[in-house]
T-cell receptor, first 115, second 112 residues
Framework: EAGVVQSPRYKIIEKKQPVAFWCNPI?????LYWYRQNLGQGPELLIRYENEEAVDDSQLPKDRFSAERLKGVDSTLKIQPAELGDSAVYLC?????????????FGSGTRLTVV | SQKIEQNSEALNIQEGKTATLTCNYT??????LQWYRQDPGRGPVFLLL?????KEKRKERLKVTFDTTLKQSLFHITASQPADSATYLC???????????FGTGTRLTVIP
């Protein structure tokens, strides 16, 4: 099995430009998560989906960030416009519905650099 | 909000020794505590999970303990090898929240 697939692996953009990240979770995993990881820190949750429903987006900066999970499978995370402080690694993870009891599977992440 | 502290930013040990990493938390007691390994440029990889009613869990050379009174988990790697060098993250989940909070991680280096 391919695992959680994310693209692109790296992205460099100028501030104020838009950017989008894509995630394909493990087949059959109902729950999908987007995390942001700053250098030297642990991942921080941005949004969690149960199937196609965003059930926890309390940490998502909604003025510039948006996400969608159409048909409850693939997901995209968008930033518009990007700011210098958005430079980080954006990680996607998936799990069965009760992921806390079974562990999450993470993708390799997208490293975003805003210049 | 939950605060998670992992004992040190970096830990160096000699090959063959036992590495012990600490995870301390405040506020609510989690229903589950998980440990992950993260290599540079990669996403975290799930290693072990321990429930609040379990004291200890083992998997090959790995052992996790969970003390809800001390609000602490210890993660041990016995007979450590250079290939064990990585950053290790602990993560907590509240009952029913299905939302993991991660610590900042401890970077382990096993010296040959």
């Amino acid at each position: 099995e391919a695992g959680v697939v994310q693209s692109p692996r790296y992205k460099i953009i100028e501030k104020k430009q838009p950017v989008a990240f894509w995630c394909n979770p493990i087949s059959g995993h109902n729950t999908l998560y987007w995390y942001r990881q700053n250098l030297g820190q642990g991942p921080e949750l941005l949004i969690r989906y149960e199937n196609e429903e965003a059930v926890d987006d309390s940490q998502l900066p909604k003025d510039r960030f948006s996400a969608e999970r159409l048909k409850g499978v693939d997901s995209t995370l968008k930033i518009q416009p990007a700011e210098l402080g958005d430079s980080a690694v954006y990680l996607c993870a998936s799990s069965p519905r009760e992921g806390a009891q079974s562990g999450y599977t993470f993708g390799s992440g997208t490293r975003l650099t805003v210049v | 909000s939950q605060k998670i502290e992992q004992n040190s930013e970096a830990l160096n040990i000699q090959e063959g020794k036992t590495a012990t990493l600490t995870c301390n938390y405040t506020n609510y007691s989690p229903a589950y505590l998980q440990w992950y390994r993260q290599d540079p440029g990669r996403g975290p990889v799930f290693l072990l999970l321990i429930r609040e009613n379990e004291k200890e869990k083992r998997k090959e050379r790995l052992k996790v303990t969970f003390d809800t009174t001390l609000k602490q988990s210890l993660f041990h790697i016995t007979a450590s090898q250079p290939a064990d060098s990585a950053t290790y993250l602990c993560a907590l989940d509240r009952t029913g929240a299905n939302n993991l909070f991660f610590g900042t991680g401890t970077r382990l280096t096993v010296i040959p």
